[in-house]
């Protein structure tokens, strides 16, 4: 007989259509067509990056985005093939993009009843030395009787209905949240699809790695530079001090803290007073997959899902990461005036 693990593979539409028969039997399925177009958009992307410095895609395109920073290639190619996947799916009414500087607001033929906040390409600066890099996404469901508006965005990111993002490094691994836990997908390039190789990913309660640039140590607050001490220098002499990990790609870095626990960090500081991480499509969509597999996300003084955008690239600080970490670090910044 066949090995079932072999050939009775759980992909990620049928995982996600299976959740949809038998938890919302009163689904339309429009979210699983749209989780669809998101995974092309994903595999399309893979493959670029796969052969980019082949087909010379790697530098820069000569152009900046709404941020100021400068474009590689493959940031302007990733957006696109997501704007265009995400238009013909049929199921979007807006969507924003790290690379816009306008909310996208989808023909009226086209539209369907979701938003989609994405960054298309995050850690786009590490294209050239093929560190691991990824798309990051969130999904809203348009507001009751509205057509597709800005104010449908600009929402706390509780209201979000799905996020997740994808790795493109030694291989391409989706992971996702619909709201009931958080699950991992590998894609297998042989077939094409993503396969469910990290079923029900739980952070640990408390980790032993935490992720920041400390190059912006100087600009630091009070409460973060004594948390981070703490941890280099605990006060119980028998503690080992953590381990600094720090690819400088978000979702590099998130994965690893989603797999092996600890705390990810990108503080304000004098320098960035509101942070650096835009808060639509990198905070929102990143605390709420934390959240769903167990661990904790703050602006060290706010829970993260709970802050109000005010405008689509609008910026935070943001921790995130094992519960009792991150709770470490909230205790700081409260007893700061």
């Known amino acids: 007989m066949s090995d079932h693990t072999k050939t009775n593979l759980i992909t990620l539409t049928r995982h996600v259509f299976q959740d949809q028969v038998e938890n919302h039997k009163e689904a339309s399925g429009d979210l699983t ?17 796969r052969k980019a410095s082949l087909i010379s895609m790697t530098g820069l395109a000569n152009s900046s985005n709404v941020q100021g920073e400068e474009q590689k290639k493959l940031d302007v190619i990733a957006n696109e093939i997501f704007v265009n996947a995400l238009r013909s799916s049929g199921k979007v009414a807006v969507m924003v993009s790290e690379e816009d500087e306008e909310a996208i607001f989808v ?42 508006k800005l104010s449908d965005v600009l929402r706390p990111g509780s209201e979000m209905v799905a996020a997740g993002y994808c790795t493109y490094g030694s291989c391409s691994t989706l992971v996702l949240t619909t709201g009931q836990g958080v699950n991992g997908y590998t894609l297998d390039t042989e077939i094409g699809e ?16 935490y ?33 600094a990990r720090y690819v400088g790609s978000m979702v590099a870095d998130v994965h690893r803290t989603m797999l092996y626990g600890g705390i990810f960090c990108y503080p304000a500081d004098s320098k960035s007073k509101n942070g650096k991480l835009r808060i639509l499509y990198e905070c929102f969509p990143m605390a709420f997959l934390v959240e769903q597999a167990g661990g904790r996300a703050t602006t060290g ?22 519960k009792e970490d991150v709770q470490d670090l909230e205790a700081f910044y409260n007893a700061e005036p």
Request: hydrophobic share 35%.
């Open 33 to 49: 067509l749209l989780l669809t177009a998101i995974q092309l958009g994903c595999k399309f992307v893979a493959s670029n990056v």
């Open 107 to 148: 023909e009226s033929q086209y539209q369907g009843k979701y938003c989609v906040v994405f960054d298309p390409l995050d850690g786009s600066s590490n294209i050239d030395c093929g560190v691991s890099i990824g798309t990051i996404f969130g999904i809203y469901k348009v507001k009751e009787g509205s057509t597709g």
């Open 194 to 209: 993503f396969i469910l190789t990290h079923p029900d990913i739980k952070i640990p309660s408390r980790g032993k790695i």
């Open 211 to 243: 992720a920041v640039n400390e190059g912006n140590s100087k600009y630091w607050d009070g409460a973060c530079t004594k948390y981070f001490h703490s941890l280099k220098f605990p006060a119980d002499a028998k503690k080992s001090p953590y381990s």
């Open 301 to 322: 003084r706010k829970r993260m899902l709970d802050v109000n955008p005010e405008t689509i690239h609008a910026r935070s600080p943001i921790f995130l990461g094992s």
